[in-house]
């Protein structure tokens, strides 16, 4: 397999691909992370064979305090409409997408955060992008927002009781999901280390359900990390990548 370069937008530096960093280096690949939230400037995109966009505490719509976000949604537009690029989208990456490609975001009626169950919709027996998952699965959630409106040509993938898109496919290589499946063991005590996450965990779950929440995600990682590397072989296969 011929190496490949994939760009990674990245909004807060502990907020990284995770565990799909030691897929990429097993099979010889390579990435460009770019620290928008930083003010590193975001490249040409003829270099690169992908785009996997990351979670982050700011809000699509929060343009004036954070106006890098204008040129991000600009270089996703490109990427996925114009290029065809494969695309991996996870929280804050799934609202990016959506925004960008015409579909709206909003504040989450009731906030998700924990480990919770998503379902598969019926659009996802036909996209290899969750072939393998149970129709019902549990994933660690860590969010305010939500995508509201699919954009036009969007597939519904995945839902749950409080938030109905929970992951969607666009065209025939742009997939993003509002849970995190890329985390690895350090992840709860890095985003802890974040006083915005640090608040919506206690406002939540309350300072013993956030202790609660660390000890059972180390204890579901194993999971997590085995559905992880399937997401991350059906992306590749749905999307051309690979």
């Known amino acids: 397999m011929a190496s490949k370069h994939v760009l990674v937008f990245q909004h807060l530096a502990v907020e990284h691909p995770g565990?799909?960093?030691?897929?990429?280096?097993?099979?010889?690949?390579?990435?460009?992370?770019?620290?928008?939230?930083?003010?590193?400037?975001?490249?040409?995109?003829?270099?690169?064979?992908?785009?996997?966009?990351?979670?982050g505490p700011m809000d699509v719509w929060e343009e004036e305090a954070h106006?890098?976000?204008?040129?991000?949604?600009?270089?996703?537009?490109?990427?996925v409409r114009e290029r065809g690029l494969p695309y991996l989208g996870f929280c804050l990456g799934h609202q990016l997408l959506a925004e960008a490609l015409g579909g709206a975001v909003g504040r989450a009626v009731m906030p998700e955060v924990g480990i919770m169950e998503?379902?598969?919709?019926?659009?996802?027996?036909?996209?290899?992008?969750?072939?393998?998952?149970?129709?019902?699965?549990e994933v660690l959630q860590w969010h305010g927002a939500e995508v509201t409106r699919l954009p036009e040509g969007a597939a519904l993938l995945a839902s749950s009781p409080r938030c109905p898109?929970?992951?969607?496919?666009?065209?025939?290589?742009?997939?993003?999901?509002?849970?995190h499946i890329e985390i690895t063991s350090s992840a709860v005590d890095e985003w802890s280390s974040v006083p915005a996450y640090l608040a919506s965990l206690e406002q939540t779950l309350g300072?013993?359900?956030?202790?609660?929440?660390?000890?059972?995600?180390l204890a579901c990682m194993p999971e997590f990390n085995?559905?992880?590397?399937?997401l991350y072989t059906n992306w590749k296969l749905r999307s051309g990548f690979g």
């Open 226 to 230: 085995a559905r992880a590397r399937r």
């Open 118 to 137: 998503v379902q598969l919709a019926p659009a996802a027996g036909t996209a290899t992008f969750l072939d393998g998952l149970p129709d019902r699965f």
């Open 165 to 179: 898109v929970q992951a969607m496919a666009w065209g025939k290589g742009a997939f993003s999901m509002q849970f």
């Open 207 to 217: 300072a013993a359900g956030a202790a609660e929440f660390g000890a059972r995600t």
């Open 19 to 55: 565990v799909f960093r030691d897929f990429l280096a097993e099979e010889g690949h390579h990435m460009t992370v770019v620290e928008l939230d930083e003010g590193e400037s975001i490249p040409a995109l003829d270099d690169f064979d992908a785009l996997w966009v990351m979670g």
């Open 67 to 79: 106006p890098w976000l204008v040129a991000e949604k600009r270089a996703i537009r490109e990427a």
